[in-house]
């Protein structure tokens, strides 16, 4: 959760602080859980298995919702 959820937030504020307006955000197929489909596609059920996982999920929720926010 530390290097994941907590540091993403960071990024974000940061980002969002200096006026970044755009950044590349690399996740994980494993906010999808173990599906079977290969290859997953982004529109596949979200269902982490980890708490890997879910920290990246945490993560995704936080850029969608500060897109939001800050456009």
């Known amino acids: 959760y530390e290097n994941n959820t ?3 937030r960071t990024l974000i504020e940061t980002a969002v602080r200096e006026g970044v307006p755009n950044f590349i955000f690399s996740s994980t197929a494993a906010v999808y859980g173990g599906a079977g ?3 997953v ?3 596949a059920r979200l269902a ?3 708490p890997y996982g ?3 999920l945490m993560s995704e929720w936080m850029l969608r919702d500060a897109g939001i926010a800050y456009g």
């Open 37 to 39: 489909l290969e290859p």
């Open 48 to 50: 982490p298995e980890s």
């Open 41 to 43: 596609r982004e529109d």
């Open 54 to 56: 879910l920290s990246k």
């Open 6 to 8: 907590c540091k993403t």
